[in-house]
């Protein structure tokens, strides 16, 4: 199960959004050709990931923009596409960015205290994105998204209230920390968990300064532009203001 859209394009041009993605593509198309050798790849990871028994100040921000696979690049954009703009449309640029970049240092932070010391470099932008979602809860709880929920060969589309999607995700990040491994399991739940939580905490101040529980009932749950309307054959273009 994983969103595909949600309904509710932002107002206006997410740049700071499409340059995140643009980032992380090209970083990680720049060292693509190191995963046919896995010795020299190590050895690119060691240089910049997130490890945590031997965490470098500089890799909580370079292994926010390091992938391990072309899923896991391609994952981590959509939810980035999805639910960026809208955050960034309320935040502003710069206080977009500077929400994104403190999320991922955090999440990676939180990664590195409860993992017990592993030495599996961690790479990805997902403990920066999962604030994304935490903040994306906070601020619009019944946006709606649709989610393409796959079951071995049956295939269906759902569309539901962004609250019921993102806090099952943040609650099987959290099963999936409490029964993991950090040597051996391939997910860094705790930075999920941490990042989605202090995305929240983050977004907090927004939420007040809007009315709180006021900018819910004035808005609805649903970020303030036109609903995007989907068809099964196309997609609909929203303008957005300049």
Known sequence: MFPIRD???SGRT????YALIAINIVV????WPLFEDP??????????????????LHSYLTSMFLHGGFWHIAGNMLFLWIFGDNLEDEMGHVGFLGFYLASGVVAGGVHVVL??????PTVGASGAIAGVMGGYLLLYPRARVDILLIIIIFF???SVPAWIMLVLWFALQLFGAVGSDPE???????AHAGG??????LTLPVWLKLGGRAYWSRTHGVPPHPEARYSRSSLPVVRRRR
Do not use: E, K
Not at 39 to 56: C, G, K, N, W
Not at 115 to 120: D, E, F
Not at 196 to 201: E, K, P, S, T, W
């Open 115 to 120: 993992s017990n010391g592993s030495s599996v």
């Open 184 to 190: 051996t399991g391939g997910v860094a739940y705790w």
């Open 39 to 56: 010795r020299r790849l190590m050895q690119f990871y060691d240089a910049y990931a997130l490890i945590p028994s031997d965490p470098s």
């Open 7 to 9: 309904h509710n394009p």
């Open 156 to 158: 269906r589309i759902f």
């Open 196 to 201: 989605f939580i202090i995305g929240a905490v």
């Open 14 to 17: 997410p740049y700071v959004t």
């Open 28 to 31: 990680f198309l720049s060292y």
